[in-house]
């Protein structure tokens, strides 16, 4: 069996980047960013809990896994779907919502409303409507590939002490803990395998290649941002001089040859995804070409334009798919 593994979203990368390079002193700004990350990090935190439930299933047919699946529909809208769990019988679409307290959904409004355990209440975006235009979207996909699969869809609550309270009749919302029973009723309702092993391998291979990733930015000036390598002994709170091929840290003295590759990917999630030798000489705080150059070589970058016009590419290192064999069956 094969699997898509969890990456983290470009979103949360970018926050993380944002907060190590955000200065506190707007605290209006740097609170709204801050609250963005934590909700950002609580959502992937709780996907990681639900994906190691996958290891100890017990799935009656051949299966693929797909998590952070992300797509982008023929309008340019981006679909990001948790976890797609592909079989023979049906497709299961899964939505996961790591939220605590008490869970309410109103559907003549279209919003969930969360009541905190210590009191206040809350509203989000239904994640029902969610699962509903993704379920859309992938009908649509097997039309295009001609494939003729039921399509299922669900929204899982990552903590059992999170209380499921009303929710529109039809609807599949249930705690990760019931995750093999929910899954033993979809077989249950589609018994008959619809496709053969073959249609399913080229049915994988499609949803791989429409799977894309989309940027995202904060709207933020980025020219008030903090330059340079920070060192990550310090909490990032210090910055890193470059001397005799290594960068040194001010505060703490670690001293590290490969410290800027950091800073390289902060660059890419907060500035941009191309940079030139001159624009990352500025950024890193390193006053010789050569030893920028020294770097770049080092680090093969994709590169395009010419002398003074050369820029390179910043690759995403986190986004590579990465497919592992989970089990064969
Ligand atoms: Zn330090």
Redesign the pocket.
């Known amino acids: 069996m094969e699997l898509l593994k969890r990456q983290k979203p470009r979103k949360l990368l970018s926050l993380e980047a944002l907060m190590r390079r955000l200065p506190e002193n707007n605290v209006d700004e740097f609170n709204f960013y801050k609250d963005m990350f934590a909700t950002q990090r609580k959502g992937y935190d709780g996907e990681v809990c639900v994906d190691q439930m996958w290891y100890e299933m017990n799935i009656p047919a051949p299966y693929y896994l797909f998590h952070s699946y992300e797509s982008v529909n023929v309008a340019g809208y981006s679909h990001q779907i948790d976890t797609i769990v592909l079989t023979p019988h049906f497709i299961w679409l899964l939505e996961i919502k790591n939220m605590s307290g008490r869970l309410d959904i109103d559907e003549s409004k279209h919003q969930l409303i969360r009541t905190k355990r210590e009191g206040g209440i809350e509203s989000f975006r239904n994640p029902l409507n969610q699962i509903k235009r993704h379920a859309e979207f992938i009908n649509r996909k097997l039309r295009d590939f001609q494939t003729h699969l039921p399509v299922e869809a669900a929204v899982i609550i990552v903590s059992d002490y999170t209380i499921i309270g009303a929710i529109p009749k039809g609807n599949s919302i249930f705690h990760a803990s019931g995750l093999q029973t929910e899954l033993d009723k979809l077989f249950n309702k589609h018994q008959e395998r619809r496709v053969s092993v073959g249609q399913l391998e080229k049915l994988k291979t499609e949803l791989m290649n429409i799977h894309q990733r989309k940027d995202w930015k904060a709207k933020v000036d980025v020219r008030k941002l903090r330059k340079g390598v920070l ?1 990550k ?2 909490e990032y709170k ?1 910055l890193m001089i470059f001397e005799h091929g290594s960068f040194k ?1 001010g ?2 003295g ?1 001293s590290s040859k490969d410290a800027y590759l950091e800073a390289l990917l902060d660059y890419r999630y907060l500035w941009s995804e191309w940079i030139t030798n001159r624009e990352l000489r500025e950024y890193l705080g390193v006053e010789s070409r050569h030893a920028i150059k020294r770097m770049i070589e080092k680090l093969n970058l994709e590169q395009t334009g010419t002398y003074r016009n050369r820029k390179y590419r910043i690759p995403d290192f986190f986004s590579q798919m990465i497919i592992v064999d989970l089990n064969e069956s």
């Open positions: 060192c002994g310090c210090s840290c505060k703490c670690v």
